[in-house]
């Protein structure tokens, strides 16, 4: 039907227009009658008609195929429902508010409608040029943009957008923010375009579906009439009396008998229809028809307006001849029924028509009903802008096939600041078809004209209704005069060049955005107040940057095949110049480490930029998605460069102040800590203790603010509140902090009948001067610096004098062991097991002491350099038990390291972080044992008797016990201080509200906030999170008890060595393996069978020394915890020769004191002063 008619069309224009072109070609410039040449020129155009017959045929083919692949289109949902544009499509698209939803429904409608299209077109556009050439044109575009009878259209409206851009913009960053709050940064980049489908609409040419997530002043009544609209039972035929009730009361013309006869105005359930609305000319001055399926909302009712308004242009003209029966311009034709919904969208006239029940007139309700209008008119312009840019660039030959799709991308992006929420295709893809416009080869440019010239008519009409005020409050419903002025620009149809018609109702014969701008100033100023206080970013600078989920899952692979090689070898670079400065701390080193940890950094955050771009949950293979999880964390690279720099020097510094730091010329390794392990003398440990904080805290305690403000920036813009909620995100369950109170909990008796029993044997040693029975302990007294294990004291504490003591120490010193044999006994120990031993480049590149020739970092640390080689140990060995320990512990994590080297680099780290330390721990348990302790001859045979097992156990709990409380409370402070809870002029007093109540301890001296008592404690300054020791502890316990139980270990579980069970090893090496590329309790569960972190096992492990405790404390009437917990040592302590401490009471401080250095430091001052 459709081709025989257009064909019988073009045989009629054929017929008219070659006898005009006969008689006129090249002379129409001698018509005198002005008229008379513009019908004559018009007739001459024959487009399509100038074809041959089988030309013709196959353009009206493809134009047919083309409009009917667009309204059967079906967008495929992933759950196979498919759905068509309308109703479910557009419904859709207006009121989802899932990210993943809409996007399938955005990509299912972009394939469905455009790609089949895309050849078709490319052929169209061919015919449709060779049209336009034979009328004269160079292209079709160019014929187009001839109906503006204006020069230079395309220079003139490119200014027109210069004028409205600013508008756009403002506009764009407040909805961008309102989106990034709802939708979040994985999907929204404050600096970036808006991806295309959270706009409300198809197209994003719209946005008035979600002016609900933007709306200024929520609450404020809004100026939606769908719900009055809904109350009062409104239906098609009701919108369509009411927009013809409006023209008719401005004394413009009813819609004619025919109009309500053959009007289309809801879709019919039936048969398949063109659903995007329409406004038909049957050229016999009666029958006009809309074609619309109507649903009842504002929206469509502002639509019945827009399309009555070219029926009443139709009406208006249609004593013109053929030729006049059209718009003085195409945008006119649009602008009229649009500049009458200005008025009726209008609270006051709503209110009038019984649409709002009430209308609330102050500023706020204002700049909501503006913002709800710009939703749909700013929105619009750049879409309405680039439709025809685009198209004029296909005619003109510009963009060919292969550019369509890109082309039509960057115009999206320039001009509407939006991206496609997946990636295109250029080969395949077409989304300009999906557009209606495009396959139905109408033009576009119109609607942008007509949404600038509208406000031009609005302002003209209002001001002959005689409105007052502001522009945007103008109803001129009612007004005749109002009515006579359209009628007048409208009877003049096409018969006048547009500026005329223009200069019939505005006066002017100028199209300007003057109006436009006027009507919108109070928004405008408000949006950018808005943007400013927000510190919006106005545009999209970063405009390379795409939502996540824009890749397509099949490219993970070869995204991770690349990630994984090239990211080995930027782990090396950054490693090797950590460690090169570890061993060599000097200006150079630590420069060159800061550099390579920001260009690791750098790469972190560009492949998280690249991961991001998958979403994960579309990617199926469990391994691949965890490790497109695990690189889209962005880091630290996600500062500036200039924060970035800023970090990484705040932490260089804090941890060259703290390797560096001396008291009385002598470093903490090996020297402050062998006093504090060994000396009994009250004040010498006193002096040492403040001296270590004095020297390594106090100085880095604004560099610590800096840090933490830098962190929390961080945490920030990778999606966490603080910096602590980052770090507790590497477990990777919701409710850790949770867990850990409850294991802590679990614990506490435990620890507080230890805490009690240590406490009565401190104050034997010291006397009750310094010991209060009832008070926490004085922290310097426990044989390490922060008190944080306290073995070194178990001569102190040893329950039963005269049995075995379970201390290898001086086995190791009398037999002449040196670190490397320590070292190699240790590796023995997992090569026994069938473990993976330490390959040879461990042991030519390990630091095993400390070197006199410069400063390192002593703080014993274990080395991955990701090159599947590389591994070291960085260690200030000293020959005695706890170094012995140690070196297992750090073994552990080279064997962690050995055993997951070859899953991809994102997986080469612990189930969890305190799985880590606890490998080496786990195996200590076994060496520690005094039967393997007597194996390696360290000590004599032990004696088999409950009394021994108590002292083993208690050297152990010394150890693991004691620490536990500090382990938990370390990054307890950490995340308050990180989340704000403690405040930065708080922080040395939060630190010891912990100290003592989580350990019991208190300081030897009264500390101020000139102190910064935690900085002196290595993982603080070297940002080291703490948790993970005690995870490991409690972890290493369960882990320890599944070994034991493969080794064939019968009878008590802290007897248990498993020294040489391949069957052990095996356990182990299977659980290793896995690194993180399962949860940990997925980890856990394959070595011990539970899912949970739980005390049970170190329970089970030290039950004889908790029956052994309690029966103790019992007999001594101890207070088991410490209720005088506010109680603080004296200061004027004097050193007894038995080892107890009394108090000088004469007045004279002891040397030691701070107040006697005050005092000194004050006669300096005075001295110099009266000199
Ligand atoms: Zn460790």
Request: charged share 20%; glycine share 6%; proline share 5%.
């Amino acid at each position: 039907m459709m081709n025989e008619e257009n064909l019988r069309y073009a045989e009629f224009s054929l017929e008219y227009g070659t006898q005009a072109k006969a008689l006129f070609e090249g002379k129409t410039t001698e018509i005198t009658d002005a008229e008379a040449r513009r019908q004559i020129e018009s007739i001459m155009i024959l487009g399509t008609a100038n074809l041959t017959p089988e030309k013709q045929t196959r353009y009206n083919n493809l134009a047919g195929w083309m409009q009917a692949n667009y309204s059967t289109a079906m967008a495929v949902m992933p759950d196979g429902r498919e759905l068509p544009l309308d109703p479910d499509l557009t419904a859709l698209m207006a009121t989802s508010r899932d990210y993943l939803e809409l996007k399938n429904a955005w990509k299912g409608w972009y394939e469905a409608a455009g790609r089949p299209i895309k050849d078709s077109y490319e052929e169209f556009v061919a015919l449709s040029n060779e049209a336009s050439k034979a009328d004269g044109f160079n292209d079709t575009g160019e014929y187009w943009r001839s109906w503006y009878e204006e020069v230079d259209l395309e220079g003139v409206t490119e200014q027109l957008w210069i004028d409205l851009k600013p508008l756009y913009e403002e506009l764009h960053a407040f909805v961008r923010r309102k989106l990034y709050d709802v939708y979040g940064p994985n999907y929204i980049n404050l600096k970036g375009p808006i991806p295309a489908h959270l706009l409300g609409n198809m197209w994003a040419q719209q946005w008035g579906n979600v002016y609900d997530l933007v709306e200024p002043y929520p609450g404020k009544a809004g100026v939606d009439a769908t719900p009055g609209m809904l109350d009062q039972g409104y239906d098609a035929l009701k919108m369509f009396e009411v927009s013809e009730e409006f023209f008719t009361s401005l004394g413009l013309l009813n819609m004619t008998q025919e109009f309500w006869n053959f009007s289309m105005i809801t879709k019919p359930a039936d048969r398949d229809v063109v659903c995007h609305a329409s406004a038909w000319d049957f050229y016999n001055q009666k029958d006009f028809r809309i074609k619309m399926c109507t649903v009842v909302n504002m929206e469509d009712l502002i639509t019945v307006h827009h399309e009555m308004g070219h029926i009443q242009y139709f009406q208006q003209y249609a004593h013109q001849p053929i030729p006049f029966r059209g718009g003085a311009n195409p945008g006119f034709h649009e602008a009229v029924g649009d500049t009458l919904a200005l008025s009726v969208s209008t609270p006051k006239h709503l209110l009038e028509i019984n649409l709002l029940d009430s209308v609330e007139t102050d500023t706020e309700a204002d700049i909501n009903y503006l913002m709800s209008q710009a939703m749909d008119k700013i929105a619009f312009l750049p879409f309405g802008y680039m439709i025809d840019k685009w198209r004029w660039r296909v005619f003109d030959g510009a963009t060919d096939k292969a550019n369509y799709q890109s082309t039509w991308d960057d115009l999206r992006l320039q001009y509407q600041g939006i991206v496609p929420p997946v990636e295109r295709d250029n080969t395949l893809d077409f989304d300009p078809g999906a557009k209606f416009h495009i396959p139905a080869n109408t033009p576009y440019i119109r609607y942008f004209v007509s949404f600038v010239i509208q406000f031009q008519f609005y302002e003209a009409m209002c001001l002959e209704a005689g409105h007052q005020g502001e522009l945007y409050k103008c109803d001129f419903y009612n007004s005749k005069e109002a009515g006579a002025k359209l009628a007048a620009m409208l009877q003049m149809g096409s018969s006048k060049p547009w500026p005329e018609a223009m200069q019939a109702i505005v006066g002017s014969n100028k199209m300007s955005t003057a109006s436009l701008r006027r009507y919108f100033q109070p928004l405008t100023d408000w949006l950018h107040a808005q943007n400013v206080a927000n510190g919006e970013t106005v545009g999209w600078p970063e405009d390379t940057w795409r939502p996540m989920g824009f890749a397509s899952p099949d490219g993970a692979p070869a995204f991770l095949e690349q990630y994984n090689s090239t990211s080995e070898v930027k782990l090396f670079e950054a490693v090797d110049a950590e460690w090169n400065y570890n061993v060599n701390i000097n200006d150079q080193t630590q420069a060159a480490s800061e550099a390579a940890g920001i260009a690791l950094s750098n790469f972190q955050a560009e492949q998280a930029v690249g991961a991001k771009l998958f979403e994960p949950s579309e990617i199926t293979d469990t391994n691949l998605r965890r490790q497109v999880e695990k690189i889209s964390v962005v880091g630290e690279g996600a500062l500036s460069d200039e924060d970035l720099a800023a970090l990484s020097k705040v932490n260089g510094d804090m941890q060259t102040a703290y390797s560096t730091a001396t008291y009385n010329g002598k470093p903490l390794d090996p020297d402050l800590t062998a006093t504090m392990a060994s000396s009994r003398n009250y004040n010498e440990l006193r002096d040492t203790w403040k001296g270590w904080r004095d020297a390594s805290g106090k100085l880095m305690r604004e560099d610590f603010k800096t840090y933490v403000d830098l962190q929390n920036e961080v945490a920030v813009l990778n999606g966490f509140d603080d910096m602590g909620a980052f770090w507790r995100a590497a477990y990777e369950t919701p409710n850790i902090e949770q867990q850990f109170e409850a294991v802590w909990q679990e614990m506490l008796p435990l620890y507080e009948q230890l805490h009690a029993f240590v406490r009565r044997r401190l104050y034997q040693q010291y006397g009750d001067k310094v010991i209060n029975l009832k008070g926490p302990i004085p922290a310097h007294l426990l044989g390490n610096m922060w008190a944080q294990d306290w073995l070194n004291v178990y001569n102190l504490v040893e329950p039963y004098a005269g049995y075995t003591r379970p201390d290898a120490t001086a086995g190791l010193q009398q037999q002449g062991w040196t670190a490397e044999k320590m070292f190699h006994e240790a590796d023995d120990f997992f090569g026994n097991m069938g473990l993976i031993r330490a390959p040879q480049a461990f042991w030519d590149k390990t630091m095993f002491t400390k070197p006199t020739d410069r400063d390192v970092v002593c703080h014993a640390s274990a080395w991955d350099f990701y090159n599947r080689q590389d591994f070291r140990i960085k260690m200030c060995t000293e020959i005695n038990q706890q170094d012995f320990v140690t070196i297992h512990h750090e073994l552990g994590h080279i064997q962690y390291y050995l055993q997951y080297m070859d899953q991809p680099t994102v997986f080469r780290d612990g189930a969890n972080p305190g799985f880590h330390e606890a490998v080496g721990d786990t195996l200590a348990l076994s060496v520690g044992t005094l039967d393997h302790l007597y194996k390696l001859d360290l000590i004599g045979k032990p004696d088999e008797n409950p009394q021994s097992d108590i002292n083993y156990l208690m050297s152990v709990a010394l150890d693991k016990i004691a620490f536990i409380p500090f382990g938990y409370l370390m990054d307890k402070w950490r995340w308050d201080v990180f989340s704000g809870r403690s405040a930065k002029t708080n922080l040395n007093q939060a630190w010891w509200d912990y100290r003592v109540k989580y350990q019991g301890v208190t300081p030897p001296l009264s500390r101020t906030e000139e102190d910064f008592d935690p900085g002196a404690k290595f993982h603080i300054p070297n940002n080291v999170p703490y948790i993970r020791y005690f995870v490991s502890v409690v972890v290493q316990f369960q882990f320890y008890e599944a070994l034991c139980g493969a080794s064939g270990h019968v009878g008590d579980l802290y007897k248990c060595d498993f020294n040489g069970s391949t069957e052990a090893g095996k356990m182990f090496g299977d659980m290793l393996k896995l690194g993180s590329s399962v949860t940990w309790e997925d980890a856990l569960e394959k070595m011990t069978g539970t899912r949970e972190m739980s005390s049970a096992s170190l329970v089970k492990y030290f039950q004889p020394l908790l029956d052994f405790l309690t029966e103790q404390n019992t007999k001594n009437n101890e207070v088991i915890g410490w209720p005088d917990y506010s109680w603080e040592p004296p200061t004027n302590t004097i050193q007894n020769e038995d080892g107890t401490v009394s108090l000088d009471n004469s007045g004279n401080m002891t040397k030691s004191s701070s107040m006697v250095l005050l005092l000194v430091a004050i006669q300096a001052v005075l001295k110099w002063a009266f000199e």
